[in-house]
């Protein structure tokens, strides 16, 4: 029962962290199977954050949030896509300006619209997102054992997270399965394949990086007014980084992107309960040390444990007819 | 002429008609007011130089660039080609050069893209599999629906190519030199496809500048120089030398007037030799042979089967895995390692396949490139600077001698056309007057004229008692130059032959493997 208590708490933890994570991580997916490299993730993610915020705080209406976060950062999707696709500009730097104008945009239009240091106004329980209540949860959550993940790691956790989970599935099924599937993953390795198949690169390029910048706009919106109850500065943390991590790890593929996230989520839950815990032989163990370990983590996995990661052939090059 | 269905349909209008097709890149005008007029169920070939416009040409026809002025007209019809969309709806197919294929998908899947006849591709995917079995056994094409194309062979893949245009209905199937990549045996089966597409009333645009091709295959023949078209023939009324005459526009030297080699010592010993590649994949085994002053040993082979990773070996460039290479008195090998710096103070020269990657750098002026490697040389500087005046002679010197147009030193080295480029890095490696030179593809995407050049100055440089190894995918290369020929398959040597008893069946056999 002791072994219970602790672990209950710690999946429903590695769920809540692993949201955000895994729509930024199949927002990247999209992108950059279609040939579009993302480092942008992280602004989009925090425009989305600022903008469902400010938006549920003024109107009180978190879904009006949530609308105005997947607007916010698919515009900043179509954006890296101009750069990227129709300028031809290089998507790495493309993607940095958007992290560095946003991480100064939010914190300025905060100050303006708000001053209260940058940040929203705490939002009330009705501008935020629940949290779902299984069914027949009083009965079920009387037996042992079962009952306590029943309610708090199947149940108990935020609306968003169940769509979030479905999600994977989902862009799983659409690459797999789909025309539009079939041909992201064409543009990502061959454009010219693509091109002379008489289908619009731009096209598919654009599209695939609007479903990234809405995807990213979730994740805000979770960070900011499911997770969080208004936006503070720099609230997504690295998570956008992160995400890209858990893509890279995962091959560019759906169900182990979706592995990676969890394992970044369930490392960043362990450190979390490790603050403060006293090791037999080393004491207790630093807060900063616990917080470094999953990026710690993150270099060793990615430094040889998951093999040679092959992104898209045609990733990061813009498309170009040469002569 | 016997009764095809090309006779049959000839009282229709032709399969195509290009009418004053003008396409200008900046200031090159690739294409002058051209015509053409293919009739349907013909083969029809294209030659010309590289750089005459074939490939301009068609891709215009294909939609993948657009016509400054100039009318299409397909099947009496004139048709607005913007994009490739427009020529696949007219029945326009083009097999590329470079295959228009993406390698971790399968073969399905490939055909497909594009026409997948709806959003859900399971819905359609049976009807196509089945579609695919029937074109592949209608024309003998054999390939797996369910193969990942990036594990096929290069002949398979341009299967693939070829079923994916029949699959949308191509009636006309341009293809853009098709047999630079195949084995001889690999083309003879691409012959056998194109004359089934024929028997089928399928329109075939041949685009190549190999003459043999031209009189083995067409029906007729349309050649182009410096972005005109210069003339029409029925192959059966045509010659080699005629066609020749007209690609290059003055008569063309066919036989290479070589004196018997006179054979010296041993100038390069290569003692089994084992190289691994980026990846880690074995690709020379254990390969010996001996160059000796005086003549060229010819490396014949399908490219990919080691050839790239033993010159890089031979140049200092790639480590050795095992074995060794002795050159001018000095041993390498694993143990003792030498990098292309000191095998050029041993005498070696290198000549590299590649130009624009390892053969010069396409962002420097001419001069640069014309010391690229030998920098450090005394003779180029002044005190701790460079001579610049005195590198501007010595590249115009290099110039002269080796017709490198236009002979200006200071030119990007990106602006000279692939010949140029080629002779200026020959004139290079050639002048330090090394014991041994290396040369990889001498004459890849080079017009005819600048292939002479070229083919004379190495046996020049061969009858002054150098010692030349010579690689190359082109078989006639080989067989005009060579004195002594090796063929390689899959990292090994399997056969050496001399010039006069090798035919080209028997070449083939031995680079399929097959001997």
New interface residues.
Partial sequence: MEQLDQIVPLLAATIRVAVPLILAGIAGLFSERSGVVDVGLEGKMLAGAFAAAAVASITGSVWLGLLAAIGVAGVLGILHGFVCITQRGDQVVSGVAVNILISGLTMTLGLAWFEQGGQTPPLPASARFGVVVLPFSETIGQIPGIGRFYTEVLGGQNILVYPTFALVPLAWWVLG????G??I??VG??P????????SVVRLRYAAVLIAGALCGVAGAYISTAQGAGFVRDMTGGRGFLALAALVLGKWRPWPTLFGCLLFAALDAVAIRLQGVVLPGIGAVPVEFVQTIPYIMTIILLAGFVGRAIPP?ASGLPYV?D? | MVASPARQRDATAPAVELRGIDKRFGTVHANRSVDLVVQRGHIHGLIGENGAGKSTLMSILYGFYTADSGDILVGGKEVRIAESRDAIAAGIEMVHQHFMLVDPMTVLENVILGVEGGALLRRHVPKAREELRRISAEYGLNVDPDAVVGDLPVGAQQRVEILKALYRGAEILILDEPTGVLTPQEATDLFRVLAALRAQGKTVILVTHKLREIMAITDRVSVMRAGQMVGHRDTADTSREELGELMIGRKLATRLDKAPANIGAVALEVRGLSVRDIQGVQRVKDVSFAVRAGEIVGIAGVSGNGQTELMEALAGMRRLEAGSVTVGGATVSAEHPAFADRLRKLGMAHVPEDRLRTGLVPAFAARESAILGYQDDPMYSRGPLLDWPGIDRHTQGLMEKYEVKPPISRLRGALFSGGNQQKLIMAREMERDPTVLLVGQPTRGVDIGGIDFIHRRLIAMRDRGKAILLVSVELDEILRLSDRILVMFDGRLVGELLPENADERQLGLLMAGAA
């Fill in positions: 399965s789909t025309r539009f079939l041909r993953r064409a390795e061959s010219a394949a693509v091109d002379t198949a008489g289908i052939k007819k002569r």
